[in-house]
């Protein structure tokens, strides 16, 4: 009898399972692995080691292509063709449409209400009933988490206008070995624990329009914290890059570019960090 009773139960826990393990990973569809760990938090606690799950990668020495559409919208497609748009609102766009989108709710160049629904994966950066977002997820190639930052209530605020607790994200996509982080439209200093949850950055994106989103001071100490090897300005309206330049230091290599796409491995990464302007900015 004893034993009835333990295979009726063991079935029953086989059945629910499956249904517990869907409602806690809701943006995996069922072809996709769980989210793995992430291998910046790792690199920036201890040695640059290659996580197993990249091993393949770092053999093939894959790239990883960046390009700029405008605004505060980059492309970013991986080694398997996973292809991302950062802030995006659907007015810039290149090449095919993408896969995955993050949006941010600053204002309206930053997000879409009613993006493409053939987009397959559309992340906000913002969470609902008060609650901030969590993102944590892996799509193909790609593992995508987020860090939550503060926003400003409406647009033209200044500086020191009252705050929405966590409605704007900074979002760090990792694949090929590579650390990449996009700003979004942020609003304030970062402390301790924004760079603990941040880790360690590759390539980061960062508004430089002086006004809107930090000044140019704010925003110089941040990207000369994460020190990141690839540096791309976004976000820029008229802002004088050599403002922007000066603020930096001069432990920054400046490169100019004709083209809108920039292609990275692991392996090509500048040996000081470079802020590379791509055509448009």
Request: with cysteine.
């Amino acid at each position: 009898m004893l034993r009835c009773v333990v295979a009726i139960v063991a079935g029953v826990l086989a059945m629910v399972a499956p249904a517990g393990a869907q409602r806690a990973a809701p943006l995996a569809s069922a072809a996709e692995p769980a989210a793995a760990g992430s291998a910046c938090l790792a690199m920036a606690q201890g040695p640059r080691a290659m996580p197993a799950s990249l091993r393949r990668t770092a053999g093939a020495a894959a790239s990883v292509s960046i390009s700029y559409a405008g605004h505060a919208t980059y492309y970013i497609e991986s080694p398997d063709g996973v292809r991302i748009a950062t802030d995006y609102s659907g007015r810039y766009t290149i090449g095919r449409r993408p896969d995955v989108v993050t949006m941010n709710r600053a204002h309206a160049t930053h997000y879409s209400l009613t993006p493409d629904p053939n987009i397959k994966h559309v992340l906000h950066g913002w969470g609902d009933d008060r609650e901030p977002a969590r993102v944590h997820v892996q799509i193909g190639d790609v593992l995508i988490r987020n860090v939550t930052t503060d926003i400003r209530r409406h647009q033209f605020d200044g500086f020191d206008a009252a705050m929405i607790k966590d409605g704007n994200s900074i979002f760090i996509f990792e694949m090929a070995g590579l650390c990449i982080g996009h700003l979004g439209h942020l609003h304030h200093k970062l402390d301790d624990s924004h760079f603990a949850q941040i880790g360690r950055l590759d390539v980061v994106m960062v508004p430089i329009d002086g006004g809107y989103t930090m000044s140019l001071e704010g925003i110089s100490d941040i990207t000369k914290r994460l020190r990141a090897s690839v540096v791309l300005p976004m976000h820029r309206f008229m802002t004088p890059l050599d403002d922007f330049m000066q603020r930096i230091g001069r432990d920054f290599v400046i490169e100019q570019r004709n083209e809108r796409t920039l292609e990275l491995s692991r392996d090509t990464l500048p040996t000081v960090p470079t802020v590379i302007i791509l055509d448009g900015v």
